[in-house]
Structure formats: C-alpha cells, structure tokens
C-alpha cells in the first residue's frame, strides 16, 4: 500500500489536479466564451490588470516602515488557482467590423493596443480538508478581492474535497465573499449520506438548495458565464 502524502504535499496535489482539470475543461468551452483563458498557479494579484496598483502600493510601503505599519501585507495575496484572461490584439476584436482604433476605447484593458495587463478572470481556492484556520483564510483572500479592486471583480470560488458536511457549512454558508463552493464529488457525497441515513444529509441539502454547493463538473461552466 501506497504511503500517505504529508499533509503540506496533499494539499499542492489538490491544488494541481484541480488546475489541470480546469485547463482540460476550459479548453473544451471556447465555442462558448471566446477569448484565451489561462490557469495557472501561485500567481500574486498584483500581476493583473484590476490588482496593478498594489505593486505600487507596495513600493511605497517598502519605502517607509510607518506606511508599511498601517498598511500591512495582507493585500498581497497569492490564489491558489488562478484563471487568466489576455488581452486582445486588435485583430481579434475588428475581425467582424471595425469596432476599435486610436481614437476610441483607450482605457479597456481587453485591448492589448492599450498596454493592459492580463486580467484576474477567477481566483480558485482549493482546500483539501477544511478547519476553522482555513475557512478564515480563505474568506479573507475573498475579501480582499473585493475590496483591493480596480475594475470588474473576479469569479471567486472554493473547491473542497471535505466529507464533512458541518465543515463544509463553515466556508459554504452565507454571501458577499466567496461565489459557490464546489465538491469534488458531491453526488457521491449525498449518496453516502443517503445511504447511512445521515441527519447531516438536509444540511448539505439546503446549501445546494440555496446555490452555496455545487459538484466540481459545474465549475468550469460556471466560470464562462
């Protein structure tokens, strides 16, 4: 029998699995959301278009202990999973009609004309198990999301390979940070709990009912929305 992973290397495995699955499947829906989507792995958010600006904030941070003090670095944060949308070549975008030229449109960052950075299309966290410790960490990246922003906010999501429903609850339930939290195998999850005749199985319940939980197949669709 195969030796456990560590704990550390069981979570980079998830983290990897779940990238790989997104490029496969994301590569299958281009017919559906057009454009170049990239997933990749422990990319800072200052690298994108709607996070630019921390960059900056943290060059003036660096530079002064005090400003550093105040600010902290929370904000610089790395998702574990990210999908990244390019820019376009103008190319792309008049291919139909002329839409753009150097007189319109110089601000968007989808036209690589423009100088823009790639944009933040969606941040993935991916827990393999779920404590108390993580569903904090996890909320606050969200927020931070949220709040750091300059433009259009990125799909913000979770993915869990957790069996137990009260832990999943803990990431799951409520609104305004994180998008849905996804199972990696939810269908079997509810089957299980059928099966043992779990009270616990209403809980899981009412958070698919209430689009809090979701199966790990609705993931990528749910990302070309």
Same mark, same amino acid.
């Given at each position: 029998?195969?030796?456990?992973?560590?704990?550390?290397?069981?979570?980079?495995?998830?983290?990897?699995?779940?990238?790989?699955?997104?490029?496969?499947?994301?590569?299958?829906?281009?017919?559906?959301?057009?454009?170049?989507?990239?997933?990749?792995?422990?990319?800072?958010?200052?690298?994108?278009?709607?996070?630019?600006?921390?960059?900056?904030?943290?060059?003036?941070?660096?530079?002064?202990?005090?400003?550093?003090?105040?600010?902290?670095?929370?904000?610089?944060?790395? @998702?574990?999973?990210?999908?990244?949308? *390019?820019?376009?070549?103008? $190319?792309? =975008?008049?291919?139909? %009609? #002329?839409?753009?030229? &150097?007189?319109?449109?110089?601000?968007?960052?989808?036209?690589?004309?423009?100088?823009?950075?790639?944009?933040?299309?969606?941040?993935?966290?991916?827990?393999?198990?779920?404590?108390?410790?993580?569903?904090?960490?996890?909320?606050?990246?969200?927020?931070?999301?949220?709040?750091?922003?300059?433009?259009?906010? @990125?799909?913000?999501?979770?993915?869990? *390979?957790?069996?137990?429903? $009260?832990? =999943?609850?803990?990431? %799951? #339930?409520?609104?305004? &940070?994180?998008?849905?939290?996804?199972?990696?195998?939810?269908?079997?999850?509810?089957?299980?709990?059928?099966?043992?005749?779990?009270?616990?199985?209403?809980?899981?319940?009412?958070?698919?009912?209430?689009?809090?939980?979701?199966?790990?197949?609705?993931?990528?669709?749910?990302?070309?929305?």
């Amino acid at each position: 029998m195969a030796a456990k992973p560590a704990g550390q290397s069981s979570g980079t495995m998830f983290e990897t699995v779940c990238q790989q699955f997104l490029s496969e499947t994301l590569a299958q829906l281009d017919h559906i959301r057009p454009g170049v989507l990239t997933v990749a792995r422990g990319r800072a958010i200052s690298l994108f278009d709607q996070y630019h600006h921390l960059e900056e904030l943290q060059a003036l941070a660096d530079a002064s202990r005090e400003l550093k003090t105040l600010l902290g670095t929370d904000y610089l944060i790395k @998702p574990d999973v990210v999908v990244i949308r *390019a820019a376009e070549p103008d $190319s792309n =975008i008049n291919r139909n %009609a #002329l839409l753009v030229d &150097d007189t319109v449109a110089l601000h968007t960052p989808l036209r690589a004309a423009n100088g823009a950075k790639a944009t933040l299309h969606a941040s993935i966290s991916c827990k393999l198990t779920i404590r108390s410790d993580r569903v904090q960490n996890t909320r606050s990246e969200a927020l931070n999301l949220i709040r750091n922003r300059k433009g259009r906010l @990125p799909h913000i999501a979770a993915v869990t *390979a957790e069996p137990t429903p $009260s832990r =999943i609850a803990a990431i %799951a #339930l409520g609104t305004g &940070d994180i998008d849905c939290v996804y199972h990696f195998a939810l269908p079997e999850l509810v089957e299980v709990l059928k099966e043992q005749e779990r009270e616990t199985l209403e809980l899981v319940e009412t958070m698919i009912e209430g689009q809090r939980l979701r199966d790990i197949a609705d993931l990528p669709l749910d990302l070309v929305i």
